[in-house]
């Protein structure tokens, strides 16, 4: 501003210079252009810093206003870029890692000294004990295990390194009510894993359980004396019914079911079955079946007449009934077939065709050693290979871990 009034006075004081008279008109016109041009020069020479200053104080004002919200951008970015790796630090955190299933063969090994996951504390109705425990669902998605704990008439489901269970279906004492249930031997979930299906033996039906609603129950299958359950890829229900020598396939809404394997008369022909006891099904739909008093495991392909002898290859002089009376049986990848049977504490492992079986865990001798079964039943793997075996007369399950070394 200060510049502008010296700018203006200097003006002033030329002009009335030029308006003196002792000058003549020739040189006061050439006077009078060069006063203008100077004017004109000084004045674009004051002017220009000052627009140049103005300019700049502008931009810096401007750049100070981009850098202020090129700073504020950063720092939100950051924020989110932080938020976004705690929240996924936090979402790894709780989830469950679920790891590949491990390729189980006739080479793969476990450790022999088991690890007591439920049970454990005697005969009893506690729930950190169990009472003739006999079938079971290893759940790896839950990270738990499903138990039938026969005399105390409930299915309880046991969390990997808990110290008790929690009683999912049953627990109301003995009985046929529809939230009772009188020596159930097998539970599995159903492909959903949103109900149980259970085989209520001695109430000759096959119940299903809600496993959000403990209250919520209803009879799926009635009149069946139902031994052992298996549910297959597209979540079609199969059951061994005992008593009229077959295995049954059902569908949703099923209640007749068709049969897969065997006849309504017992006996020793390769179309017929004599007391089936435990099953397995495989991905392609084939039925493994413990025959219980024919001693052999029979395989039935999908829609097969008949089925194949898996073990024994043959019997031999030396050893004529070498399965024994078979309890329970589960498959690996590679087609072996572990067995439990009433006549070995040991799980024996037998290859497709082969002439004996090999132990793979437990001891000749009977006991309650971490090495040793009374009674063992039902056996599953779960998705990493490891071993677990319902231990009877021990009112316990044991884990025995894959040996990778």
Not at 60 to 87: C, D, N, P, R
Not at 365 to 378: A, L, T, Y
Request: charged share 20%; with cysteine; hydrophobic share 35%.
């Amino acid at each position: 501003m200060n510049n502008r009034v010296g700018v203006d006075e200097s003006f002033e004081v030329n002009s009335n210079t030029t308006g003196s008279r002792t000058l003549c008109e020739h040189y006061r016109k050439r006077k009078f252009i060069w006063i203008i041009s100077c004017i004109v020069l000084v004045a674009v020479i004051i002017a220009v810093p000052v627009i140049i200053i103005t300019c700049s104080n502008k931009e810096m004002e401007k750049a100070s206003t981009v850098t202020e919200i090129l700073t504020t951008i950063e720092i939100t970015t950051q924020i989110e870029i932080t938020t976004q790796i705690t929240t996924s630090t936090t979402t790894t955190t709780k989830s469950k890692q679920i790891l590949p299933p491990v390729i189980i063969n006739n080479n793969t090994k476990w450790k022999q000294n088991a690890v007591t996951v439920a049970g454990g504390f005697g005969q009893g109705s506690g729930l950190n004990q169990l009472n003739w425990p006999q079938g079971i669902y290893v759940d790896d998605d839950d990270q738990s295990i499903y138990i039938v704990d026969i005399l105390n008439h409930r299915i309880v489901r046991w969390e990997l390194d808990a110290k008790n269970g929690e009683i999912v279906a049953g627990g109301n004492e003995r009985g046929n009510d529809i939230d009772q249930l009188d020596s159930p031997v097998d539970v599995v979930l159903d492909k959903e894993k949103k109900y149980l299906i259970i085989c209520d033996a001695n109430n000759r039906r096959v119940m299903r359980w809600s496993r959000q609603n403990i209250d919520d129950q209803e009879i799926l299958i009635p009149d069946i004396i139902c031994y052992s359950l298996a549910i297959d890829n597209n979540g079609d229900l199969y059951i061994a019914d005992s008593q009229r020598n077959l295995v049954r396939r059902f569908q949703q809404g099923d209640m007749v079911g068709i049969v897969v394997a065997g006849r309504h008369t017992p006996g020793n022909q390769l179309y017929q079955l004599d007391r089936p006891r435990s099953i397995f099904v495989d991905e392609y739909y084939s039925v493994y079946i413990a025959d219980y008093f024919n001693n052999r495991v029979m395989k039935w392909l999908k829609y097969a007449t008949e089925g194949s002898i898996i073990a024994p290859g043959h019997a031999s002089n030396e050893n004529p009934n070498p399965l024994g009376s078979l309890i329970s049986l589960t498959v690996d990848h590679m087609g072996n077939i572990y067995v439990s049977n009433w006549d070995n504490h040991q799980i024996m492992r037998w290859s497709p065709s082969a002439i004996e079986g090999t132990p793979v865990a437990g001891e000749k001798q009977s006991g309650s050693g971490s090495m040793q079964f009374m009674n063992p039943q039902d056996l599953s793997f779960d998705r990493q290979g490891n071993l677990y075996v319902v231990d009877k007369d021990n009112h316990r399950i044991q884990k025995f871990t894959i040996d990778l070394d």
